[in-house]
């Protein structure tokens, strides 16, 4: 069985609007998301839990965000830290970067870009294993899953889509690249989208003996968007 498991994920931010909205577009997209509005409460996480990334705000009552984000990066040097502010001044940058934050992001942000922001850097810190990796072998239309001996045969659909995929681990495809996929003469206007979902759908199945319960997805619907793949590939 593989071992994958979900990204979790720290939001620190006191705009309480703001940190739902992105909690509902991170939780769609596979995350485990924890919500947390001042520095205090960010540390006191970390005492009683863990979280793979922590987003964090700098303009934050009490303790600031870049004193939460030095407190993290000296007690968890592995924990993957982004910055997400309306503060977006060089001298910001440069402090939150000395602060120990990886990556530097200005709000507003679009739930898909920091979608994409975080499974890079989850990917970074974390680098796949040989134990997690499928080999797909995509002259022959197949794949192999994780520690088994099994081999997955893909139906040319299901073999163009992963090579699509694996051509750039962090892509999204859109419903209208997907649907070209299926079918390249189908006109954009006409595109079925039951016929992608089916494709989807049928896919999950297939792979599900060999995936772990927190994801059983495999292919992770993008909200307003498309889907991203959700487990880690080698192309062969």
């Given at each position: 069985?593989?071992?994958?498991?979900?990204?979790?994920?720290?939001?620190?931010?006191?705009?309480?609007?703001?940190?739902?909205?992105?909690?509902?577009?991170?939780?769609?997209?596979?995350?485990?998301?924890?919500?947390?509005?001042?520095?205090?409460?960010?540390?006191?996480?970390?005492?009683?839990?863990?979280?793979?990334?922590?987003?964090?705000?700098?303009?934050?009552?009490?303790?600031?965000?870049?004193?939460?984000?030095?407190?993290?990066?000296?007690?968890?040097?592995?924990?993957?830290?982004?910055?997400?502010?309306?503060?977006?001044?060089?001298?910001?940058?440069?402090?939150?970067?000395?602060?120990?934050?990886?990556?530097?992001?200005?709000?507003?942000?679009?739930?898909?870009?920091?979608?994409?922001?975080?499974?890079?850097?989850?990917?970074?810190i974390f680098p796949a294993t040989r134990e997690n990796v499928w080999q797909f072998y995509s002259t022959q239309s197949a794949i192999k899953p994780p520690n088994v001996d099994a081999v997955i045969k893909l139906t040319s659909n299901e073999a163009e889509l992963l090579r699509r995929f694996a051509a750039n681990p962090n892509l999204t495809l859109t419903v209208e690249e997907i649907s070209a996929i299926i079918n390249p003469k189908v006109n954009i206007n006409n595109i079925e989208k039951h016929n992608i979902e089916a494709l989807i759908s049928r896919m999950r199945k297939k792979f599900s003996p060999w995936l772990s319960e927190t994801d059983s997805r495999l292919v992770q619907s993008v909200r307003n968007y498309g889907y991203q793949l959700s487990i880690d590939i080698e192309h062969h």
């Open positions: 069985m593989s071992t994958l498991r979900k990204i979790s994920v720290l939001l620190l931010d006191d705009d309480l609007s703001l940190s739902e909205e992105l909690n509902i577009y991170l939780t769609h997209a596979g995350f485990q998301v924890t919500c947390v509005a001042s520095g205090p409460a960010a540390i006191n996480f970390y005492l009683e839990s863990t979280a793979d990334i922590a987003i964090i705000d700098l303009n934050l009552p009490g303790q600031t965000g870049l004193s939460v984000s030095r407190d993290l990066r000296k007690k968890y040097p592995s924990l993957g830290l982004i910055v997400l502010t309306a503060r977006t001044s060089p001298v910001d940058r440069i402090n939150a970067y000395e602060s120990g934050a990886d990556f530097y992001l200005a709000k507003p942000i679009s739930g898909l870009e920091l979608t994409h922001v975080i499974r890079s850097l989850y990917k970074r």
